[in-house]
């Protein structure tokens, strides 16, 4: 093994360990005790030190947040891997897989979600298929597009989604220019509607109303999969 390789095995094994140590500070004490000087403390390093890692405070937390959704991304994608060919089964598969990481990480969640990080969102990157959250949104509107295509489900009239909704959907049609319009409404509502209900359990928002949310999850995956499954109503549902 040449001492290049060498080092840049180590270097991938440190910087491991140091996003292990930041999530363990993370999930202690939330994200104000992550602290590189903590870390490298913790692994026997001097502080300068560690800045050669990451130069940045910052720096590491985005890091982390694109490990986490990453871990997301592979426990979603390990239920769909399970759950056949049928697009539907996929899609209930992933949510619950979505809402078991979320609620079981709770301040990963919380970070991930809850914590504003520029970097991983930048705006002039809409659409860019790189970001760790447009790879975990992706794989969930692959089985909706799979369903359109095996018959059109109910959606709201092309003309009115194109009309309002058009001129904001070049993100997702740069990666699905024949993407019909109707599918990304559907997607966008139904994945707004799963994220809303796994954030309000996780951060405890249904408490005064329910003794639990798992049974109104699941009424609200039968509700969303019913949508997908019924005959369009009209016409002016089925793509040119």
């Known amino acids: ?5 060498r080092r840049e095995r180590l270097r991938t094994a440190t910087l491991a360990e140091i996003k292990e140590n930041a999530r363990r500070l993370l999930v202690a004490g939330g994200p104000q005790a992550i602290s590189l000087r903590a870390i ?5 390093m001097t ?50 897989a979505f809402r078991h990481w979320s609620v079981g ?11 504003p990080v520029p970097e991983l969102f930048p705006a002039h990157d809409y659409g860019d298929l790189d970001q760790p959250s447009a790879r975990l949104g992706e794989q969930f509107i692959q089985p909706i597009i799979e369903l359109w295509r095996r018959g059109p489900f109910p959606a709201p009239p092309r003309d009115q989604i ?27 509502a139904g994945w707004s509607r799963l994220y809303g209900l796994v954030a309000m359990e996780v951060f405890r928002l249904f408490d005064w109303a329910v003794t639990e949310v798992e049974t109104l999850f699941e009424l609200e995956l039968e509700q ?6 019924a005959d369009p109503p009209t016409s002016e549902n089925t793509p040119s």
Do not use: C, K, W
Request: aromatic fraction near 8%.
């Open 40 to 44: 490298a403390r913790d692994m026997g």
């Open 47 to 96: 502080a300068p030190a560690i800045y050669r890692y990451f130069p940045s405070l910052d720096a590491l937390v985005t890091a982390l947040v694109g490990d986490l959704l990453e871990e997301m991304r592979q426990a979603v994608a390990a239920a769909r891997d399970t759950a056949g060919d049928d697009p539907a089964r996929q899609l209930g598969a992933m949510a619950r």
């Open 162 to 188: 194109e009309q309002r909704l058009g001129h904001l959907l070049q993100p997702l049609r740069r990666n699905h220019p024949d993407l019909p319009v109707e599918v990304a409404y559907v997607f966008l």
């Open 1 to 5: 093994m040449s001492v290049s390789t």
């Open 105 to 115: 990480h709770p301040v990963e969640f919380a970070l991930i979600f809850g914590t």
């Open 224 to 229: 969303f999969a019913g949508q997908l499954m």
